[in-house]
Nanobody, 125 residues
Framework: VQLQASGGGLVQAGGSLRLSCAAS????????MGWFRHVPGKEREFVAC????????YYTDSVKGRFTISRDNAKNTVYLQMNSLKPEDTAVYFC???????????????????WGQGTLVTVSS
């Protein structure tokens, strides 16, 4: 699986962005898709994920109520709608995919087999 993330940019605090991650391959629907973010000097942080076949969604506490992850299996694409953005959301955002990840591991970056190249989100105050 190859992943291509896009949609990052510069936005003012309180604004919105939608990230997209396009995947190659014909078995997209069978993958759990995740979004992580990275700030230099910090660990890569779990943001959200959506289970295969349009299933359950999970979010880190700091984005609950502001971010929404969704997927369009017909387009092999996963989205991250980010609203009410804050300066602390500034990071490089990565999409990730894994086919057999178990629920207890969905927040662990090391458990995902496939990664996109990252897209920079900058939120100004």
């Amino acid at each position: 699986v190859q992943l291509q993330a896009s949609g990052g940019g510069l936005v003012q605090a309180g604004g919105s962005l939608r990230l997209s991650c396009a995947a190659s391959g014909r078995t997209f629907s069978s993958y759990t898709m995740g979004w992580f973010r990275h700030v230099p000097g910090k660990e890569r942080e779990f943001v959200a994920c959506i289970r295969s076949n349009g299933g359950s969604t999970y979010y880190t506490d700091s984005v609950k109520g502001r971010f929404t992850i969704s997927r369009d299996n017909a387009k092999n694409t996963v989205y991250l709608q980010m609203n009410s953005l804050k300066p602390e959301d500034t990071a490089v955002y990565f999409c990730a995919a894994d086919r057999g990840i178990i629920l207890s591991s969905i927040t662990k970056a090391d458990e995902y087999d496939y990664w996109g190249q990252g897209t920079l989100v900058t939120v100004s105050s």
